[in-house]
């Protein structure tokens, strides 16, 4: 079965400064999609960026861009310029190349400080 | 605001109620998943529909039903409940191809008393 672990309960950056949330991953699969989502308090479910795990390149959406390392099963959020707006909890999550079905992490508090 | 809608936002029940969540997916989307997500937790997969047959689901007991209409709206239903069911419920919808994103619903707020 697939895990996702993000290690960092909580996080806080500055405002316009750069913050990285972690995420790792367990699988066998070789063809699977890896997600970031937000979730602002209206609780929402919005899709932040996606990766391909046959691609190599890193995604990239506006200020937010993943490090992607496919062998260390690592899939780690940036997002620069920090905004207010950007406050909610993230959540990393993992879908197989043979189903829709996500399977996500418990989740990290972003904290944006004026 | 995805085109995906839940109702009720929230709700209350009694232990040993049942319960009916429902989802209208977006526009051109056959697949609609259930999630349930606990205070402080991820959401965890419930259970799925494609073209109104349930096409895969996790580790939740038989209590909780599920049922997809001809139009690919949804229903959760969840039976005999429990203080453990409170939670969020997440509805989200897909259009069944690979390669393309889930959208999801403002979930239901379920609280069991």
């Known amino acids: 079965a697939q895990t996702v672990t993000q290690s960092q309960p909580e996080m806080s950056v500055q405002e316009a400064e750069t913050v990285t949330l972690s995420c790792t991953y367990d699988?066998?699969?070789?063809?699977?999609?890896l997600f970031w989502y937000k979730q602002p308090p209206s609780r929402q479910m919005i899709l932040v960026i996606r990766?391909?795990?046959?691609?190599?390149q890193n995604a990239t959406e506006n200020r937010f861009s993943v490090n992607f390392q496919k062998a260390a099963k690592s899939f780690s959020l940036k997002i620069s310029d920090s905004q207010l707006g950007d406050a909610a909890m993230y959540f990393c999550?993992?879908?197989?190349?043979?189903?829709?079905?996500?399977?996500f992490g418990t989740g990290t508090r972003l904290t944006i400080i004026p | 605001e995805t085109g995906v809608t839940q109702s009720p936002t929230h709700l209350i029940k009694t232990r040993g109620q049942q319960v009916t969540l429902r989802c209208s997916s977006q526009?051109?989307?056959?697949?609609v998943s259930w999630y349930q997500q606990a205070l402080g937790q991820g959401p965890q997969f419930i259970f799925q529909y494609y073209r109104e047959e349930e096409n895969g689901r996790g580790n939740f007991p038989p209590r909780f039903s599920g049922l997809q209409f001809p139009n690919y709206s949804s229903e959760l239903n969840v039976n005999a409940l429990e203080l453990d069911d409170s939670a969020l419920y997440l509805c989200?919808?897909?259009?069944?191809?690979?390669?393309?994103?889930?959208?999801f619903g403002q979930g239901t707020r379920l609280t069991v008393v």
């Open positions: 999550a993992y879908r197989s190349g043979k189903n829709e079905k996500l399977t």
């Open positions: 990766q391909e795990a046959y691609k190599q």
């Open positions: 989200a919808s897909s259009s069944g191809r690979q390669n393309t994103e889930a959208f």
């Open positions: 699988t066998s699969e070789s063809d699977y999609y």
């Open positions: 526009s051109g989307h056959n697949t």
